[in-house]
């Protein structure tokens, strides 16, 4: 079994003490076969993302632990725009420079509020339908490659509104995915909501990833969204065997922006 982690931090984010080297370390450890670092970073300087990435240093440190783990680990380098429908010029200016192996794009802000606060008084169906609304923007305008936890407003929901309904949303669902599909926009399983006790569940939920292999939808990554080097790769079989059950056959990787599909 190909293990694969698309979504890990480390210090070169602003919410992350990871080193990179100890990730690889611990991936290696773990029997990860391939991860790729995907960093937070936003052109807004509005945005608490915005002002910590050194791409240099992002650069150099790849290159460093490729040069000492390469034999046993294979290393990408990728990033996470935070809302990159938004200064689209900007962030495009920043990144055709970059020699990125893959893109995700996530929404942890609207209207340049983060969601936690965002959701304040309002309706838990005013409070999803802006979230999908916003990752609908997302996926129509972005250059990205895969979309972020899909539906991670329920992270920061679901104590005080509750989890969403997804038979509520399914046709904002539909759209959204439709979308991704038509413009070869991927998604991920995000395992974080698995380790989250109050979620319990990834990011998408099953029957979301149900309903995008049923639209044809194919591009599929996995990722632990892990901060720690301890946790790399946390619930990876646990996401593998969701894929299986949503119907998928397959899970992605990517080189300079181009998927390639690996048999689960």
Not at 74 to 91: F, N, Q, R, S, W
Not at 160 to 171: I, P, T, V
């Amino acid at each position: 079994m190909y293990l694969t982690d698309y979504h890990h931090h480390t210090d070169n984010s602003f919410d992350s003490k990871a080193s990179m080297d100890k990730v690889c370390s611990e991936a290696i450890k773990k029997g990860i076969n391939e991860i790729c670092f995907t960093e937070h970073y936003a052109v807004n300087p509005n945005l608490p993302t915005y002002g910590h990435m050194d791409f240099q240093r992002y650069f150099n440190q790849i290159e460093q632990v490729r040069n000492k783990y390469g034999k046993h680990l294979v290393i990408k380098a990728g990033i996470e725009l935070c809302e990159p429908h938004i200064m689209m010029d900007t962030y495009r200016e920043v990144l055709q420079e970059l020699e990125l192996d893959f893109i995700l794009g996530s929404v942890h802000n609207i209207n340049e509020i983060k969601l936690r606060k965002f959701m304040s008084g309002k309706t838990p169906v005013e409070v999803y339908q802006s979230y999908f609304d916003e990752i609908f923007s997302l996926v129509s305008n972005a250059d990205i490659d895969v979309i972020a936890h899909l539906d991670l407003m329920k992270r920061y929901a679901i104590e005080a509104k509750g989890n969403y309904d997804f038979n509520h949303f399914q046709k904002d669902l539909e759209r959204i995915l439709l979308k991704a599909i038509e413009r070869g926009i991927g998604l991920e399983i995000n395992t974080s909501g698995i380790s989250n006790v109050k979620v319990n569940e990834a990011f998408p939920n099953i029957d979301v990833l149900k309903l995008y292999h049923s639209l044809g939808g194919q591009i599929l990554t996995v990722g632990s969204d892990s901060h720690l080097a301890e946790t790399v790769g946390a619930h990876l079989i646990d996401a593998l065997s969701i894929a299986k059950e949503a119907g998928f056959e397959y899970i992605y990787t990517f080189e300079q922006r181009q998927p390639k599909r690996i048999k689960i």
